[in-house]
């Protein structure tokens, strides 16, 4: 499988669904990934990308200080497959030499990543599916919000751009 690395280029509201996207981009492409999130993991993600600190550990905070309080290191998050008009994620921790991989839902693995400090991937043929779904799918203008995403400016993005 080929991966593909991407950083978050900016956490947005999706104008038809009123529901916060995270927009994966590639570095060196135009290709962007649109990933439909909850508002609480939007929240999460939103924090660590302005760098705001809480009075007390969010969940992810948590999770970050586990890992580091257990020597374990994320080597990278995957996003692997896009099934059902649903991502899935992998997270890839390292322990004493050992590789463990880690089920994930997408927007727990990316808000992890930036806490985390490390690599985020998408597998090759989710971008390919992504393109395919958004081709076929009957959501509304998938085309037009497909380049409105890819269009997008720094401005576009609010106070969440990268």
Not at 39 to 51: C, H, P, R, T
Not at 109 to 132: N, T, Y
Not at 133 to 148: M, T, Y
Request: hydrophobic share 45%; net charge negative; proline share 4%.
């Amino acid at each position: 499988m080929m991966e593909v690395e991407m950083k978050i280029r900016g956490l947005m509201m999706d104008p038809v669904t009123n529901m916060p996207i995270v927009i994966l981009k590639d570095q060196g492409s135009d290709t962007v990934l649109p990933i439909w999130v909850g508002v609480y993991e939007a929240n999460a993600i939103a924090l660590e990308i302005e760098k705001v600190t809480t009075p007390r550990p969010m969940t992810h905070d948590l999770l970050k200080n586990l890992l580091v309080g257990l020597e374990t290191t994320v080597q990278k998050v995957v996003v692997t497959e896009l099934r059902d008009d649903t991502f899935f994620a992998v997270i890839w921790l390292e322990r004493e030499g050992q590789a463990i991989s880690i089920d994930s839902r997408p927007s727990d693995a990316l808000a992890l990543a930036l806490r985390m400090d490390c690599p985020i991937f998408v597998e090759d043929e989710v971008l390919k599916s992504s393109k395919q779904a958004n081709a076929a799918s009957d959501r509304v203008n998938s085309d037009e919000l497909r380049k409105w995403l890819e269009n997008l400016g720094e401005d576009d993005l609010g106070r969440y751009k990268m």
